[in-house]
C-alpha cells in the first residue's frame, strides 16, 4: 500500500515563506498537491510529472514552485509571497496514470495570518 508523508506545515505570516515536502513509499510519475480552505472544496494547487513538467493553479502561479527529488520518492512546494487566502491543508498525492487510481497523505497545515 502506498504511504504518503506531508511535512513543512506552519503558521507564517503574509508575504512570508514555507517550504512542504511530501515523500512517498514508491515511485510515481504523476505527483502533486491539492489544498482545501475551510468550508471549501479541494482544489489543485499544482503537481508535477516525470522529470519537470509542472502545472499550477492561476492563483499560486510565479508564487509557488513545485520540484522533485526522483532519488528519494519526493516532491516539494516552495510557498513565497504567501497571501492569507494560501490557508489551508494541503494535501499530497499521487496518481497512477494508467488507472488513474489517486492516493493522499494526511494533509500538513499551512496557516497565513498576521
Known amino acids: 500500500q502506498v504511504q504518503l508523508v506531508e511535512s513543512g506545515g506552519a503558521l507564517a505570516h503574509p508575504g512570508g515563506s514555507l517550504r512542504l515536502s511530501c515523500v512517498a513509499s514508491?515511485?510515481?510519475?504523476?505527483m502533486g498537491w491539492y489544498r482545501q480552505a475551510p468550508g471549501k472544496q479541494r482544489e489543485l494547487v499544482a503537481y508535477?510529472?516525470?522529470?519537470?513538467?509542472?502545472n499550477y493553479a492561476d492563483s499560486v502561479k510565479d508564487r509557488f514552485t513545485i520540484s522533485r527529488d526522483s532519488a528519494k520518492n519526493t516532491i516539494y512546494l516552495q510557498m513565497n509571497s504567501l497571501k492569507v487566502e494560501d490557508t489551508g491543508v494541503y494535501y499530497c498525492?499521487?496518481?497512477?496514470?494508467?488507472?488513474?487510481?489517486?492516493?493522499w497523505g494526511q494533509g500538513t497545515q499551512v496557516t497565513v495570518s498576521s
Open positions: 498525492y499521487v496518481r497512477n496514470q494508467l488507472s488513474g487510481q489517486t492516493t
Open positions: 514508491v515511485r510515481f510519475n504523476m
Open positions: 508535477i510529472v516525470g522529470a519537470g513538467s509542472t
